[in-house]
């Protein structure tokens, strides 16, 4: 009947052989892959199409990341305890500048938790100084010599990312720990004290610390969602996400700047104040390197010149200007050896300070 397909005879073969699995190659089993790059979904020829699939490097997300930071936070974790140690011992042996600060904190049992919020500073300052550099080294010229492929070096960058917000936060809870523990209010007074002191601008109004406090309240209050936001820059969008994250850099300098406010290790004129200005050559050198050769084509200053867009040439070459003017002043410190730390106050200090009870 016309429409209807033949009915095909005894012996017409109406299709390709079927498939008879030798055995060196055992039939695959139902909902098996049958082509690469595809996934069968189970219930064999009568189940639903295959998908292709996914090819290319997995999706980076927060938990994945996570993850991968676990050594890298383990690595921060250690150096903070010798950090510790080493803050701890010179406490003992009365020769840390400290003491000259606060001399009532020669009994190093009763300020532990102070000189536990003293570590992980110093771990949190080594840690974003080595995500800026891991940042510059991406966005500039990368080094022949560095061992690390792109996606690598990437990687890393995240996880010290993360870990330095971890151990900004640590460094701020121990700090509220030890304010608790000092205070004789009942626990929800000294609680929300600290709380108050810890994390609320100005809300901490003693000496140096109502400017210091501030400035790493801000450090930490940036590092938090602009550190995160990588994790959605899909939604974002790239561009608002690039212009975003180059505000790392400024995280960073509050951070050193709340740091030779605030250090009592670093309070007076000295080697270790003085290194702290010498770690910032490279950052200063980087950052001047990735201006000047940046990664991103587009981003050049030629470009901007060639696109007559004015306004971005005008503020390239103003950043740039910048960029030399702050490796002329780190230089001017280093050379010069005035480097903003206070003059170091005689041995016996009697006269100077009063115990604390």
Not at 134 to 145: E, N, T
């Amino acid at each position: 009947m016309p429409g209807q397909e033949p009915t095909p005879g005894p012996g017409t073969r109406t299709g390709p052989p079927p498939t008879v699995p030798s055995p060196a190659q055992p039939a695959s089993a139902p909902g098996a892959s049958s082509a690469p790059g595809a996934v069968s979904a189970p219930g064999g020829p009568g189940g639903p199409r295959t998908a292709p699939r996914r090819t290319g490097p997995p999706r980076i997300t927060l938990r994945s990341d996570l993850r991968a930071s676990l050594y890298d936070g383990l690595v921060a974790l250690a150096i903070t305890a010798v950090v510790f140690v080493v803050i701890y011992l010179r406490i003992r042996a009365k020769t840390s500048s400290t003491l000259t600060v606060m001399p009532f904190m020669a009994d190093a049992g009763a300020f532990w938790l102070y000189f536990v919020s003293q570590a992980f500073g110093w771990s949190a300052l080594l840690w974003a100084w080595g995500t800026v550099v891991l940042g510059l080294l991406m966005s500039g010229p990368r080094p022949r010599w560095l061992p690390l492929t792109g996606p690598r070096l990437e990687r890393l960058h995240r996880t010290t990312s993360l870990n330095t917000i971890a151990l900004i936060a640590a460094h701020a809870l121990f700090f509220a720990a030890e304010l608790i523990r000092h205070d004789s209010d009942s626990w929800y007074g000294r609680t929300w004290t600290a709380f108050v002191e810890t994390f609320v601008p100005g809300g901490y109004d003693s000496g140096t610390g109502a400017v210091a406090i501030p400035v790493g309240q801000a450090a930490l209050y940036l590092a938090i969602p602009l550190g995160l936001l990588f994790y959605v820059r899909h939604r974002v969008g790239p561009k608002t996400w690039r212009v975003l994250h180059r505000c790392i850099l400024v995280i960073y300098v509050l951070s050193v700047w709340h740091t030779l406010l605030y250090g009592t290790n670093v309070w007076y004129d000295g080697w270790f104040r003085t290194t702290v200005w010498l770690l910032q050559l490279p950052i200063a050198a980087l950052f001047l390197i990735r201006m000047l050769s940046p990664a991103r084509r587009s981003e050049r200053l030629a470009a901007a010149r060639a696109a007559g867009s004015r306004t971005v040439w005008a503020l390239r070459l103003t950043v740039r200007i910048t960029a030399v003017a702050v490796l002329g002043v780190l230089l001017a410190v280093l050379i010069t050896g005035r480097d903003g730390g206070r003059a170091e106050p005689p041995a016996d200090t009697t006269s100077s300070h009063t115990d604390h009870d």
